[in-house]
């Protein structure tokens, strides 16, 4: 009976370790989301989000885009077209409307 305690009391612990590291690691995520977020606002102030919620999370999945070697793309309306702004395996920001056409914003670097 000891044991079986001792075993649940180890698995709690690894449990709360777990849940431990999933808030550090989201925490870790708002903060870098936020500062990409204010570099998107910055690079691209012609730029509107299309729906506040869907904007601020980006789509990993970047199927939906056309732009290559796309890492992030996030929701956004710019110049009067609906499209993504895209972030690229090689720091470029970009919009890429419902088309396809892509038009450099800028890049990611300060």
């Known amino acids: 009976m000891i044991n079986h305690i001792k075993i649940n009391s180890l698995i709690s612990i690894v449990k709360l370790d777990e849940i431990k590291r999933m808030k550090q690691i989201g925490e870790e995520y708002e903060k870098l989301l936020d500062n990409l977020l204010n570099l998107i606002f910055q690079k691209a102030s012609n ?57 450099q914003i800028g890049d990611i670097s300060i």
Not at 74 to 102: A, M, Q, R, S
């Open 47 to 103: 730029c509107l989000a299309l729906e506040l919620d869907d904007s601020l999370t980006p789509i990993f999945a970047v199927t939906q885009v056309k732009t290559p070697n796309s890492l992030l793309a996030f929701p956004y309306k710019c110049n009067g077209k609906i499209g993504y702004i895209v972030i690229t395996e090689d720091g470029k920001l970009v919009f890429e409307d419902e088309e396809g056409n892509i038009i």
